[in-house]
């Protein structure tokens, strides 16, 4: 098994004499932030939050991507919060990248090293803090949680990516594979953040259309990503937020293994307006 490799953000600028022109994108179905475009200048900061700050990947824009926020979190040692999600609505995913962090669930203390993963179902009691000398980095995954008469609320829950089997996609012998961490007929969730692998050739070999969009963060290697009518050289760090509907396939070309963490939201009717 290849050792697992999790990209985190570095800050800094870039210098006076590089070149301006990148790869970032944003259309009408579409938005790639590359890597380079996660500089010091365009963090962002949260109340009640210490010793943070955050790039925001992704936030709800009407007629874009409705569903989600998504934050790449960067918590110095002795930073965190004792209050971090100020909505009592907002259900969340952490899963960090690098460093560790204490998290606290309903009373219950958690390490989650990197490859850790947390669910915090919305009203969840939770803190976060840095409790090691070094800086800590991890996603932040929000939705709005549609809750539906007769359907329970899912109970929060902390794991690993390490502690979960990646299930293979059928007739691909292992070349793409999907580390699930909520079974997809579980009704209770209305979201799936998953870590999606190829193995250098692997591919998604047709383009997928469907209701759901999609938040994507490159945690290793590289690839050319389908996006509408363009194909998109990507890489560990980039992110890719896709629209409902829009066209998306892969070619992971190599050399190494190409992962990615992958939001996308599921198992609910779809709204039929006023949107609000």
């Not at 947390?118 to 409790?131: I, R």
């Not at 047709?206 to 290793?220: I, K, R």
């Not at 509408?228 to 896709?242: I, P, R, S």
């Amino acid at each position: 098994m290849s050792t697992t490799h999790y990209y985190a953000p570095r800050g800094g600028l870039p210098g006076q004499t590089e070149l301006t022109t990148d790869r970032a994108r944003f259309t009408e179905a579409y938005a790639v932030l590359p890597r380079r475009t996660m500089t010091d200048i365009v963090t962002s900061f949260l109340p009640f939050w210490e010793g943070t700050r955050l790039w925001v990947l992704a936030r709800p824009l009407s007629g874009f991507a409705e569903t989600f926020s998504q934050y790449l979190v960067e918590v110095s040692p002795g930073g965190g919060s004792d209050r971090p999600e100020l909505d009592p609505g907002a259900e969340g995913v952490l899963f960090v990248v690098a460093g560790q962090l204490s998290v606290v669930v309903d009373g219950t203390t958690h390490t989650l090293a990197a490859g850790g993963y947390a669910f915090l179902p919305p009203a969840t009691e939770w803190t976060l803090h840095n409790e090691g000398r070094e800086v800590a980095s991890f996603h932040w995954v929000r939705k709005a949680y549609e809750r539906v008469d007769g359907v329970d609320v899912p109970p929060a829950f902390v794991t690993n990516e390490q502690d979960v089997e990646p299930i293979p996609m059928p007739d691909t012998d292992g070349a793409w594979t999907t580390t699930r961490f909520v079974a997809t007929d579980d009704l209770r969730h209305d979201m799936h953040v998953n870590i999606v692998t190829f193995t250098p050739g692997g591919a998604i070999p047709f383009p997928e259309t469907h209701v759901m969009e999609h938040g994507l963060y490159v945690l290793e290697g590289k690839a050319v990503y389908l996006l509408n009518q363009d194909w998109v050289e990507v890489e560990e760090g980039d992110f890719m937020w896709l629209r409902a509907f829009c066209p998306q396939a892969c070619y992971a070309g190599g050399p190494g293994r190409f992962r990615y963490l992958l939001y996308k939201d599921v198992n609910r009717h779809a709204r039929l307006g006023p949107f609000r």
